[in-house]
């Protein structure tokens, strides 16, 4: 039987991710908050989720490009792989930068900027769309002349390395200040400190921020989140809010030339203001705040729980059914979503709850056949009015701790 061995990225990851927290306890720093952690391997899990539909797609992209418009045939010999690693490297620097001064790149990267932590954790903030966009760019490199094989074993490579500068239990690190991009390099680039705003684009090397004037080097403690902070745990909202602000803003904006050049234009030419109208619409904001431990459990448990699924869906992806893979695709998205507004406190957690019943239920129908689903349907009904008529009120009490 064949695995799929990058499947074991996933306990790898979260192994450093608890050394580096017990690291922090020793040195008693307070580098972790429940919330922020859960919200930032929410989004790794979507995005780690959704790449398993996409991965392919990318390398064919790649492919084509380097069939029909490479200009050189580079091969993989030691000096075709350090101008891989350094040309995916500069890519990257003019990708991470211009996602900080257009608003469209930005829609999409700000999920990244969004934690008021930083630690390994934060790393995991990558959507689905940042990697389309991010293929958009690397789209030069086939047509440089390498080869598919060597770009997706190169971006794979070039992947890991910056998990591990999402950090602050390391230090400065002396010489290597002057050539890699450090921890304390890529801390000034998540903070929202004014001296520190849109500084430090590089991924492993930073003379790219040297050259081109975008280095900054840290000196006072860096404030961690975006400017205005997001002030929210909500999977969706995190996602999407800066995308509905841009819209309403363009919306607001006379004139189809100037709302075009807004979706080009820096992010600051969004109202910051939007934000709090929006949220006051769409949030639905709760008035109470668990943080029992009885609650923690629950929401621990379900993160628990998908990391299992996902670890062992994309193990054995080879093997699941498109319809399963489907199937488990909704289900770690309903409970990715569920997750969210528990954190939020939010009485519409009851919906996802229910979505995710209705798909495990289609889950059971995939493998036990037609017969089940109708004795499936009628428990689900018998289940969803037994819920609102007597069990609703005691869930939120159950798991909040009281009602909403």
Known sequence: MEINWIAFAVPLFLFFMGAEYLVARWQKKKYFTFNNSVANLNVGIAERLIDSFTVGAF??????????????????????????????????????????????????????????????????????????????????????????????????????????????????????????????????????????????YGDVFIFWDKLFGTFVEEQEEAVYGLTKQLDSHSFLWQHFHFLLELLEQARRTPGLRAKVRLLFDKPDAVDPTIRDGLADRLLLRSSVRSTSRRFRGYVVGQLTGIL?????????????????KIITTLFILFTLVNCGALLEQRQWVVYPEIGRLVVLWLGLYLTLGYPMLVI???IGGLSLWVYFSLIQKRYFRLVYGKSV
Not at 105 to 119: G, R
Not at 161 to 178: A, C, D, N, Q, S
Not at 312 to 318: H, P, T, W
């Open 376 to 378: 499936l349907a009628y």
């Open 308 to 324: 299992l699924i996902l670890f062992c869906y994309l193990l054995f992806e080879d093997y699941v059914s498109v319809p399963l």
């Open 59 to 200: 390398y064919f992209v790649y492919d084509y490009l380097h069939r029909h418009y490479a200009l050189f045939d580079i091969k993989a010999s030691a000096l075709g792989w350090i101008g891989l690693l350094i040309a995916t490297d500069f890519v990257w620097y003019w990708y991470h930068r211009l996602a900080h001064e257009i608003n469209v790149f930005w829609a999409v990267h700000v999920v990244h900027h969004q934690s008021e932590d930083f630690n390994y954790t934060v790393s995991a903030r990558i959507t689905v769309f940042q990697a389309l966009v991010r293929t958009g760019f690397w789209s030069i490199l086939p047509v440089i002349g390498f080869p598919a094989e060597m770009i997706t074993t190169m971006l794979l490579v070039h992947g890991l390395y910056p998990f591990f500068i999402h950090t602050r239990t390391v230090g400065k690190l002396g010489w290597l200040e002057y050539v890699f991009v450090t921890p304390s390099h890529h801390r000034v680039h998540h903070a929202s400190n004014p001296e520190y705003l849109d500084k430090n």
